[in-house]
Structures are given as C-alpha cells and as structure tokens.
C-alpha cells in the first residue's frame, strides 16, 4: 500500500490549494483519514480528521477555512485549503486506515508529505 500526497505549492496569502492523498496498491477500502502537519522547527500538528461516515474535525487555527473530504471509490482523501495565511506554511501529511482485503485488519499507513508555502 502506498499514500501519495499532492496538490502543494507556494500560494499568496489568502489563496487556496487543494491537497489529495491517494491510497494505492492493495487496497480494499479506506477507513479515517487525517491531515497533519509540520512547521520548521515545530512538532507534527493534526489539521483535520474524517471518518469512515463522513463526521469530521478540526483544528481551531483551520476551522472555517479548511475542509476535508473523501471520495471511497476514489479511495482518496482530501483538503480545501482557503484564506491561506503564512502561518499554514508547513509539510501536510495524509493518515489513513486501509484495509488491503475484506476480511483483514486494516493498518494506518502516512504519505510522505507535500510542501505548502504561504508567502505574504
């Protein structure tokens, strides 16, 4: 199983990006999903969380201005960036559970990463 994470960039302020996490290889389906992130010289942050139903959360410096989102079929995890301020800058990674069989156990897997830069 592989999680390839992109959409990253360099945006001005108050831009948007739309980051995808694409599950490849053996995959069955796909379970909760979470977009975390790292700021030079800053411990790994959770920026949003989806579950299998759809029910999601937030940090409170994203609400209002980041969602997260999933298309099963796809067995792809998203997130809206908007309003994007240079506080955002940081390297987003993808969390997902994936099930690689219907009967197995499914296991969290992380994508590399893909680098967000907000210039002002």
């Known amino acids: 199983v592989q999680l390839q994470a992109s959409g990253g960039g360099l945006v001005q302020a108050g831009g948007s990006l739309r980051l995808s996490c694409a599950a490849s290889g053996s995959v069955f389906s796909i379970g909760g999903a979470a977009w975390y992130r790292r700021a030079p010289g800053e411990q790994r942050d959770m920026v949003a969380t989806?579950?299998?139903?759809?029910?999601?959360n937030y940090a409170d410096s994203v609400k209002g201005r980041f969602t997260i989102s999933r298309d099963n079929a796809k067995n792809t995890v998203y997130l809206q960036m908007n309003n994007l301020k240079p506080e955002d800058t940081a390297v987003y990674y993808c969390?997902?559970?994936?099930?690689?069989?219907?009967?197995?156990?499914?296991?969290?897997?992380w994508g590399r990463g893909t680098q967000v830069t907000v210039s002002s």
């Open positions: 989806i579950t299998t139903e759809g029910r999601t």
């Open positions: 969390d997902v559970n994936v099930r690689s069989r219907p009967v197995s156990q499914a296991y969290n897997y």
